[in-house]
């Protein structure tokens, strides 16, 4: 989930927006690194760099979009029961 880290700030925005959700809540999941996210990005980045290959990497991204995809679709659900 670390390919979500910098979506996290964007998604803990919405959260808080739309359900009144903030980082004390269940939204802290989605700003887990606070100030520290463009930092912990930059080293997700280089670590990938240095452990995928052009194989794997299509892979890993595909993966990584989906999940991002599905946590959109869960984000667009209506709150109401």
């Given at each position: 989930?670390?390919?979500?880290?910098?979506?996290?700030?964007?998604?803990s925005r919405q959260r808080l927006r739309k359900f009144g959700y903030n980082c004390s809540h269940s939204a802290a999941f989605f700003n887990a690194h606070q100030k520290g996210t463009a930092e912990m990005w930059k080293s997700f980045r280089s670590a990938f760099a240095a452990h995928v290959d052009s194989i794997t990497e299509g892979q890993a991204r595909a993966a990584a979009l989906a999940t991002s995809l599905g946590l959109r679709q869960w984000g667009s659900q209506d709150s109401t029961p």
């Open positions: 989930m670390v390919g979500e880290t910098l979506g996290g700030q964007l998604t």
